[in-house]
Every structure is written in structure tokens, then in C-alpha cells.
């Protein structure tokens, strides 16, 4: 019945938001609500970023129907939803509420990065106040359990910086979608193997949202208004439900879930490129005098574009390797070490990002070649001419 129940969220969240973004492709077009391009983003043509909009609605609504169907059908005994998840749905949804309100501003008028910045912050907290925190790193650094005075400021931390970095991943079509979609699809099997059924539920009916909006935002065509982006009110939203389901996985309680060895390692693997990334760019922005929340062409998927691969590309090759690097943690958390894995993670990381420098350098090397040739030979064929 679990499969069945996670089927049906599927289906409804998707259909849902199959009906949902046609109808905002219209509404913005009449009222021109879109993103223009410039010299920093990708896109050539003027293009609708609500179609976050769509989200958090659909996923509250689809998870609500389907728990309620499930209580009505099965008469689910107290314990195993109100004790345990109640009080953390409850102030997930607070979370949800204020950063979709923030997303939608921000998509529509602008919204400082302070002001967004406070309001994850705020948002960050309902977590350890719900008693949603990170309180065991399942051996990371020689470490175990954590304190709460420890365990909740890091959980904030942590919440904040996923938010933001699904955020600031949202540079091409479907990358962010489909990072998501990948960590989703991790998550949403690992819970449903804990028999965590309900947070599943909950991974899949988010997941439901992604399918239709991916085909739009990737296959749809900008000229015949099909094309939408998520903007901040998805990527919000995204960013705040994948620290959820990071944090309730990685946390430890031994009334209703089992120890779950290298949690914390697995969790890494799923959200590597996005989270990484983030920290990497903030770094070079902070380095260079700059700060860690101004925009620039910096991120992996703007080098994968330097070298020649197109956006469709990058996306792809992007999600497969975010892939490789969920499947492999959780194979090797077993039989390795966790320090290890994860300094073979950033190893393989920061190999990535070199290799890509090296192959952008060799480009602008190849090209700036080309250039002194052609003026060459035009200065000679001038010559000649006079």
C-alpha cells in the first residue's frame, strides 16, 4: 500500500501542476511578468519565472490529500503521525509559507539578499524548535553525538546554506529541477527503506511538481510563450524542503528510527555539486573583494558553457555526475571509512573543477590565436592592397 499511496502523490502533484503552469505562462504574458535577459544570464529571449508558483501549494495540497485518504482508508493509529511528525510538518509549512511569500516578491518587484537572507535565517529556526536537528555526525571527524547548543546553530547553518544553494545553482534550464529531482529520488528510497513512509510521501509528492515543470522549462519554447523558470519562489521552496528531509534523515532517534550508518556522508553525496559549489563561489567572491552574494559567471555550469557544451548538455552531465557521486557513497559507506569518502569526494571535486579551468584557459588560448591569425593575414592582404 505504501506504493501505491507514493504513486498516487505522484500523479496528483503532477497533474496538478500540469493544469497550474499553462495558466501562468498566460497570466504572465498578459502582464508581461517576466525576466529580461542581459549580459549575465544565459537566455536570449524574455521568458516568465513564476513558475515556483505552481510549487509549494501543489506539494501541501497533494501530501495533506493523500495522508488524509490513507487515515480514512486504514484508521493509522495516533502515534505513528502525530507524535513524530505533526510538530515538524507543522513548522515545516511556517517555513514553506514565508519563503514562498518572500520568492513571490522577490520574482515580481526585488527583494534585497539581507531581507531574504534574515527571513532563512528565521525559517531555519522553526526546525530545532519543531525538535528537527542535526544531533549525531555518525562518526564524521571522529564525532558522534552533538549537543543541542552545537547540534541547532549547525542545523540552521546547514538549512541555510542548502536553501541558498539550490538558489544559486538555478543558472541554466532544468539544473536545478533535476539536481532536486535526483536528491528527491535518493531521499524519498532511503526514508521508504527506514519504513519512514510518510516523509517519502512527502519526497515524492515535491517530486510530482518537478516532471511537468522540467519539460517546460527545458523542451518549452520561449517564442511561443511555452518556456517558464522556477525563480526564487521555487528554488526557495526546493532549496527548503531538500535541508527537511537532509536534516530528518541525518538526525537520530532511536524511538522510531534505526541508526542509520554514515548518514551524514550519504546526505554529502546527494547534495555535493550544489552545496559545494556555493561554498566555492562565495569563497572566490570573498577573495576577491567582493561579497559572497553578489552574481557573477563563476558557478560549474557557466565553465561547463566556456568550454563549449550547450546549456542542455551541461545540465545532463551535471545530474549524471550527482548521481554518480549519491550511488557511490551509499556502496561505499560500508567498507570505507567516512573521512575518506568524503576527501575522495572533494578530491574528485576540486579535480572537476581544475580540469574544467584548464580546458576553458586552453579555449581562450585557441581563440585569442585565432584572432591574431585573421588580423594578420587581413593586415597583409591591406598591405598588398596599398
Known sequence: MYYLYIGLALAISAGITSMIIPRILLIAAR????????????????????GGVSFFPTIIFTFCFVLAVRILIQDVQKVELFEYFVREFMMLVCGMTLLYLIGIADD??????????VIQILCASFFPLAGLWINNLYGVF?????????GMPFTVFICVLITNAINLIDGIDGLASGLSGATLLVFGTLFLMKGLWVYSLFAA????????????NVFG?????????????????L??????LTIKFCMYNSEFMSYTEGAVVIAFGALLIPVCDAIRVACVRMR?????????????????LDIGL????TMLLLILIAICFSITNIMLVKYLDQNLIILIDLLLWLGLNWYLNRLKACKSVLVKTKLSKKKSVKRRIASKVV
Open 221 to 237: 519554447g520561449a517564442t511561443r510563450s511555452r518556456k517558464i523558470f522556477m525563480g526564487d519562489t521555487g528554488s526557495l521552496t
Open 310 to 313: 550547450s546549456p542542455k548538455r
Open 142 to 150: 571522529g564525532i558522534y553525538e552533538i549537543p543541542a547548543y552545537v
Open 31 to 50: 502582464k508581461k511578468l517576466v525576466d529580461m535577459p542581459d549580459k549575465r544570464k544565459i537566455h536570449k529571449d524574455m521568458t516568465p519565472r513564476l
Open 288 to 304: 576577491d573583494g567582493k561579497s559572497p552574494f553578489e552574481p557573477d559567471k563563476n558557478h560549474i555550469h557557466h565553465k561547463c
Open 108 to 117: 515580481l518587484i526585488g527583494v534585497r539578499y539581507r531581507q531574504k537572507f
Open 239 to 244: 532549496g527548503y524542503v531538500l535541508s527537511f
Open 205 to 216: 509528492a515535491t517530486f510530482g511538481v518537478l516532471g511537468p515543470f522540467f519539460y517546460y
